[in-house]
């Protein structure tokens, strides 16, 4: 268990719909990144935030947005969702800005049917 | 544009066996490197990371060797054992930011 939670773990949804998933990162941990992983993309980087302003940007569409909260958990809210954004989205965290031992949570499966 | 591939997709390999996974980097200026293993079903557990100033790191039965001239990554994994299989990633940074290659899948064979 590496300490970040994330939920839902699975989720379908039709085109069109708007999701929110969440991650709490690990105890102590002000850094979040979020990542997308598909077949054809792999790992992509979406965007990190450290204690609650958004410090990366990685190839994150218009359509999604995510915020980092005073308690420090994330949210990453896709909206106008395709099939093509189905894919495995992964919450990471770790202590300081840019570390390198980033710990990955177990990841919300998202369908869009 | 940047982007980080790995040579090949699979490898199977006899348990007891060394194992290397390669992978090749495009950007010059990518300051950090990790090697990531992701077992079916979780998220991607971080391995060891080696930093563009160095050429060779270890770590418990994990050597990674890092070659600028080349943009050549490689993960050596010794006395390779079936719990290590899993598909292998390797990432650059720069900054905050990582680009991940598309992973290669081990197989240990019994």
Redesign the interface.
Known sequence: D?G?TQTPKHLITATGQRVTLRCSPRSGDL?V?W?QQSLDQ????LI?Y?NGEE??K?NILERFSAQQFPDLHSELNLSSLELGDSALY?C?SSVV??D????????TRLTVV | GESVGLHLPTLSVQEGDNSIINCAYSNSASDYFIWYKQESGKGPQFIIDIRSNMDKRQGQRVTVLLNKTVKHLSLQIAATQPGDSAVYFCAEGLSEKLVFGKGTKLTVNP
Request: charged share 10%; glycine share 16%.
């Open positions: 590496s970040v850094s990144y990542y792999g790992l992509q980087f990190q450290y410090r990366a990685g992964f990471a800005q840019a390198t031992e980033a710990f990955f949570g177990q990841g």
